[in-house]
């Protein structure tokens, strides 16, 4: 499969959107966590 690079939403770090799928459209797992306490903290807003 072609390598699908994206940019992390938190970091802007570019990675492998097939190799991070569980945290799709995050890197890792911590960027996934820090975006959440974002929305948690109100700090993100619709």
Do not use: N, V
């Not at 970091?11 to 799709?24: A, F, I, L, M, T």
């Amino acid at each position: 499969m072609k390598e699908l690079l994206i940019k992390c939403p938190t970091c802007s770090r570019e990675h492998d959107y097939y190799q991070s799928k569980p945290w799709s459209p995050f890197c890792c797992e911590r960027c996934k966590l820090i975006d959440l306490g974002a929305w948690a903290s109100e700090e993100h807003r619709i």
